[in-house]
């Protein structure tokens, strides 16, 4: 037996109704009455890093990746609403897709993943 796919992601906020309903509205995960999320079946990526990396904050120790489908426009939408939108060409290549970075209204880090067009 093994595992076949995460099935939740838990974490302490100062404000967890106020932070459900931000992820809810801005990228879409969790649902307004708590029942699971449906997302598409997809790649996910398990990787533990070193304690000195600095692929992410290192005040935090984990950042969440979601993967996403039209990135433009997602980003344009967070840079409307007041999101910081963190980008960086060397981050993209045609074999892994493209990525941007915010945080959460609690400072939490977010990966946005577009994987590559198949």
């Known amino acids: 037996m093994a595992a076949v796919g995460i099935g939740g992601f838990f974490f302490r906020s100062d404000a967890p109704e106020a932070l459900m309903a931000w992820y ?12 699971p999320w449906q997302q598409q079946a997809g790649p996910t990526v398990f990787m533990p890093f070193p304690r000195d990396s600095g692929y992410f904050p290192a005040d935090r ?8 489908e039209g990135l433009d426009a997602l980003l344009a939408r967070l840079r409307a609403a007041g999101v ?4 960086d060409p060397s ?3 045609a074999e892994t897709g493209r990525f941007a ?6 400072g939490n880090p977010v990966e946005l993943w577009e994987p590559p067009a198949d």
């Open 61 to 68: 120790s984990w950042m969440l990746n979601l993967r996403v």
């Open 91 to 93: 981050w993209d290549t």
């Open 101 to 106: 970075r915010i945080h959460d209204p609690e």
């Open 84 to 87: 910081d939108v963190t980008t």
């Open 24 to 35: 809810r509205e801005y990228l879409g995960v969790g649902t307004a009455d708590g029942s």
